[in-house]
């Protein structure tokens, strides 16, 4: 940007303005919502003012003009889980899951993550590139500005690294922002289940060479694990995270997916900065999240693609303190959707949570679950003016017209994503 540039003749702006933090309780609630007023971005790509239009065009009036022509104008959405590196589709297991063929099964007969992983493991980087690009573009077309995208595709020294320089260059191309974690503990490699190789053996490499490479070029914020029972242990868990904090990286866990493993208690003991999924947590893990303040980020898109009837417990967490984030969970095998409000449809009926809870979810929640509260997910004074029009006349709306595409146009640091 070379000027000021005024966003005007909304009908709403919802600015979710508060605490540089993430939200909890009732507060979670309120997602500020102001009519008559417009949003005033600086050269620098923050946000200088939010005030009555007239009083914005008089004290600015050389600035440029953005019309949002009576739509919602929001904070760009946080999509704080991802996993947008990958090759091919994974169709088929959709069809598998339907037939009664469980997630932990499709992964025994070498489906799932290991599918994605022999797939990964034959690409390019410029292919991964060219087609993560193309996704992450259509996740910004639907309101998402800041993107956390994973490795855990590689699970191989040399392919996690690739796949985390992938997010690097990726970074620097697109119009979006990108927050890199390693992941390089998704899934136990099958050439380490056999003789002669083992698992505590690849839990080695991710010790041992994996976490010091990574951090060696600073490729990642965060460290993962999925600790899950028939994936990663407690106790696997706890070496892999403490290893990557002594590094320097910050800490997430996906934690409790199918089945309750006491992953969210680990997640309050490390100091995480978020718990993801959460759908079998139990509750000594609820205290312990609320105990801690770690981001409780629940997708419930995920479980929706799997054809699961229970959902992360979202009314328990909210009752409890804990602050609730919402993300995608984009990825091949078990959440193939770009559509963040569609997210926000389900937190609603799904997850029963309001709709400003919903978007406070998606916006500084989302920005708290990675590390980044201080600067995004809300439309404040000082804030990166990241915003997203959509073609409504109320907030509500926005989750209500569940699947369409109703975002107009996203900005970055007051630049335009999506849209023009």
């Known amino acids: 940007m070379t000027a000021t540039t005024l966003f005007v003749n909304a009908a709403e702006v919802v600015?979710?303005?508060?605490?540089?933090?993430?939200?909890?309780?009732?507060?979670?609630?309120?997602?500020?919502?102001?009519?008559?007023?417009?949003v005033a971005v600086g050269a620098d790509g923050r946000i200088l003012a939010v005030a009555p239009d007239a009083d914005l065009r008089a004290a600015h009036p050389a600035?440029?003009?953005?019309?949002?022509?009576?739509?919602?104008?929001?904070?760009?959405?946080?999509?704080?889980?991802?996993?947008?590196?990958?090759?091919?589709?994974?169709y088929e297991e959709q069809e598998?899951?339907?037939?009664?063929?469980?997630?932990?099964?499709?992964?025994?007969?070498?489906?799932?993550?290991?599918?994605?992983?022999?797939?990964?493991?034959?690409?390019?980087?410029?292919?991964?590139?060219?087609?993560?690009?193309?996704?992450?573009?259509?996740?910004?077309a639907h309101g998402t500005t800041t993107i956390e995208v994973k490795s855990g595709y590689g699970l191989s020294l040399e392919a996690e690294l690739t796949t985390l320089r992938v997010i690097r260059r990726l970074a620097a191309e697109l119009p979006v922002r990108l927050v890199p974690t390693f992941l390089g503990a998704h899934e136990v490699p099958l050439e380490y289940r056999e003789v002669p190789r083992t698992r505590a053996e690849y839990l080695d490499v991710v010790v041992e060479e994996m976490?010091?490479?990574?951090?060696?070029?600073?490729?990642?914020?965060?460290?993962?694990?999925?600790?899950?029972?028939?994936?990663?242990?407690?106790?696997?868990?706890?070496?892999?995270?403490?290893?990557?904090r002594g590094a320097g990286m910050a800490l997430k866990l996906h934690a409790d997916e199918l089945e309750n493993g006491a992953a969210a208690e680990l997640a309050a003991e490390l100091g995480a900065t978020s718990a993801d999924h959460?759908?079998?947590?139990?509750?000594?893990?609820?205290?312990?999240?609320?105990?801690?303040?770690?981001?409780?980020?629940?997708?419930?898109?995920?479980m929706l693609f799997l054809g699961r009837?229970?959902?992360?417990?979202?009314?328990?967490?909210?009752?409890?303190?804990?602050?609730?984030?919402l993300a995608s969970d984009f990825n091949p095998g078990t959440s193939p959707t770009v559509n963040f409000p569609l997210v926000l449809t389900l937190g609603v009926s799904q997850l029963r949570l309001s709709v400003g809870e919903a978007l406070v979810a998606a916006t500084v929640n989302g920005a708290a679950a990675v590390g980044l509260a201080g600067e995004i997910g809300q439309l404040a004074p000082g804030f990166r003016a990241d915003l997203a029009l959509f073609d409504v006349g109320d907030h509500r709306e926005i989750p209500?017209?569940?699947?369409?595409?109703?975002?107009?146009?996203?900005?970055?640091?007051?630049?335009?994503?999506?849209?023009g």
């Open 309 to 325: 009837s229970r959902q992360a417990p979202a009314r328990a967490l909210l009752a409890a303190g804990v602050p609730v984030a």
């Open 63 to 90: 600035a440029a003009h953005a019309d949002c022509a009576g739509g919602v104008l929001t904070p760009g959405f946080v999509d704080s889980h991802t996993h947008a590196i990958f090759g091919r589709a994974r």
């Open 15 to 38: 600015t979710c303005a508060g605490p540089p933090r993430a939200r909890r309780g009732a507060e979670q609630a309120d997602a500020v919502v102001r009519r008559g007023v417009g």
């Open 211 to 244: 976490i010091p490479a990574v951090a060696r070029e600073g490729l990642a914020r965060f460290c993962d694990v999925f600790c899950e029972p028939g994936v990663y242990t407690v106790d696997e868990t706890r070496r892999i995270l403490t290893a990557a």
């Open 400 to 419: 209500y017209w569940y699947g369409d595409h109703r975002c107009l146009r996203t900005w970055v640091d007051g630049r335009p994503a999506h849209g």
């Open 96 to 140: 598998l899951r339907a037939a009664g063929v469980g997630y932990l099964e499709i992964a025994r007969r070498g489906g799932g993550i290991h599918s994605s992983v022999r797939d990964l493991r034959q690409r390019s980087a410029d292919d991964l590139a060219v087609l993560a690009a193309a996704r992450l573009r259509r996740l910004a």
């Open 278 to 302: 959460l759908a079998a947590i139990s509750e000594p893990g609820i205290a312990a999240l609320a105990q801690a303040g770690t981001v409780a980020t629940l997708l419930p898109g995920t």
